[in-house]
């Protein structure tokens, strides 16, 4: 049988280290290389408002604005409140919808969201946008139980470009899990943990807004945005 034993200088290093993180624990401080998250859970954010410092815009717009609002949902992931897509108000087509934040910068790390599908005729689901510089110009991956896909976009002055696609069939009623690692040119998306896209595109290079996204007269229902900058 072999034996592992740590040296004394070794054994010593790591309490020194282990004491160092301590101190700094209790003193409320975090390594430097330590990067914090920026989460949107929506729970303190005034039922039938927005959270502060977001807009709603569209991309090809046909009619009004879409309304989005902080809405109480039993189902949330995080009770009690989420945010959604209430009312198309008539839009449709290739009308995009977009709720979203321009303080709210993402660069590149990891972007992860909560969706659930509602209402829609004509489309249904949707997910993240990110490096957002205005309404026509953004990263998009979203989900469509209408087709049972989930596709990775671009969108550039207004003309949507596919990156990537896959056939995925769930339960449409259920809450799902959208994340996006993006990192220089390199775009991963995840769909209920499983990795399912890949792409290589340098259209948008800098940081930019982040914000959520529907297509048409999709009604749906967002929760746990957690935007993680490796910069």
Avoid at 85 to 93: E, I, K, M, R, V
Avoid at 138 to 143: P, S
Avoid at 165 to 188: L, Y
Avoid at 198 to 207: G, I, S
Wanted: hydrophobic residues 35%; aromatic residues 8%.
């Amino acid at each position: 049988m072999k034996r592992y034993c740590a040296k004394a200088g070794g054994s010593a290093r790591l309490h020194g280290l282990l004491l160092t993180a301590m101190v700094s624990a209790m003193a409320g401080t975090l390594p430097a290389t330590s990067k914090a998250d920026e989460q949107v859970s929506f729970d303190d954010v005034t039922v039938g408002s927005l959270p502060p410092g977001w807009k709603v815009e569209a991309t090809k717009p046909r009619g009004p604005r879409a309304t989005w609002l902080v809405k109480t949902d039993a189902s949330a992931p995080s009770k009690p409140n989420v945010l959604a897509l209430t009312d198309a108000q008539g839009n449709s087509g290739s009308t995009f919808n977009l709720c979203w934040s321009s303080g709210l910068t993402f660069g590149d790390g990891v972007i992860t969201v909560k969706v659930k599908s509602g209402t829609g005729r004509e489309d249904q689901g949707g997910g993240p946008i990110w490096r957002v510089k205005d309404k026509d110009n953004y990263y998009v991956a979203r989900w469509n139980p209408l087709e049972d896909n989930f596709r990775l976009y671009y969108v550039e002055d207004g003309r949507r470009v596919q990156l990537d696609s896959v056939r995925v069939r769930v339960d449409a009623a259920m809450w799902h899990s959208i994340r996006i690692e993006h990192r220089g040119e390199q775009i991963t998306a995840w769909f209920d943990g499983e990795k399912l896209l890949h792409a290589t595109d340098r259209t948008f290079r800098e940081a930019g807004g982040t914000g959520l996204w529907t297509k048409a007269d999709a009604a749906t229902s967002f929760d746990d945005l957690i935007i993680h900058n490796n910069n």
